[in-house]
């Protein structure tokens, strides 16, 4: 990453990106003063960065062509982010609206996503896979809905996936689904502290799309907020109530 690159490596870097054409080690050993073994070490550094590429020069007479390299074209892609400020930004604008409004975009964006985080893509054929017959091709079977055990351990795992270390509680018998899931930790833990108007309806929505995606029969009815300073807890129920109820956090 740019930030931890050392600063000498940073010289090599911008060395090759001032060059009008690829440099040899000698050449970038020359133009910064210092050892051609120096230069070797940060320039596999760089390579296993990705931000510089080699290859061989043109022979100008007899003998093994000389390796050259240079900086690869396009931006630092080192360094910091800013996706949590990008996040207020995008958030701030959508709490400026009518909360109802916001609270409901919030929910539909969320459902969206989670159906599309459990979607499965169709296979797609490769060039040793055998050429189907175009003719009396057979429909393949529809997959059968998940129970809603199997349905909430895959949404378990999606959280989990997801950053929000799920516990899943309160399952009505062995094997059966969990009443509630307990998340020990949220990865938009700042953006929630702030805009949790906004960014639990998100993740509401998110399950329920999710478990929807699935083809359920349940589906997440509410989220409390930091239920305990420790955790927050989605409640788990059938998925005609949410259907007709909107599901509002409880």
Request: charged share 25%.
């Amino acid at each position: 990453m740019a930030a931890r690159r050392s600063p000498r490596r940073r010289e090599v870097l911008d060395v090759l990106r001032a060059a009008p054409a690829p440099l040899g080690v000698a050449a970038v050993a020359e133009r910064m003063g210092v050892h051609p073994n120096t230069v070797r070490f940060h320039l596999d550094a760089l390579m296993a960065e990705g931000l510089v590429e080699s290859g061989a020069e043109a022979p100008s007479g007899p003998g093994r062509p000389r390796t050259a390299y240079r900086a690869r074209p396009g931006m630092d892609r080192g360094g910091a982010r800013g996706y949590p400020l990008l996040a207020r930004m995008l958030l701030s604008r959508w709490a400026s609206a009518d909360p109802a409004e916001a609270r409901a975009e919030a929910e539909e964006t969320g459902r969206a996503w989670g159906r599309l985080l459990v979607d499965e893509p169709p296979t797609q054929p490769t060039s040793e896979s055998p050429t189907p017959p175009t003719f009396e091709s057979p429909t393949p079977p529809t997959p059968e809905p998940p129970t809603a055990e199997r349905a909430a351990a895959r949404l378990v795992g999606l959280l989990d996936d997801m950053g929000f270390a799920p516990r899943p509680e309160g399952a009505s018998g062995p094997g059966g689904p969990p009443a509630r899931i307990r998340l020990e930790h949220c990865p938009f833990l700042e953006l929630a502290e702030e805009y949790g108007r906004l960014v639990c309806p998100l993740h509401l929505g998110l399950m329920q799309g999710a478990l929807s995606g699935l083809g359920a029969p349940l589906t997440a009815t509410g989220l409390e907020p930091f239920a305990e300073p420790g955790f927050c807890l989605a409640h788990l129920g059938g998925a005609r109530t949410a259907e007709q109820k909107g599901a509002t956090p409880r």
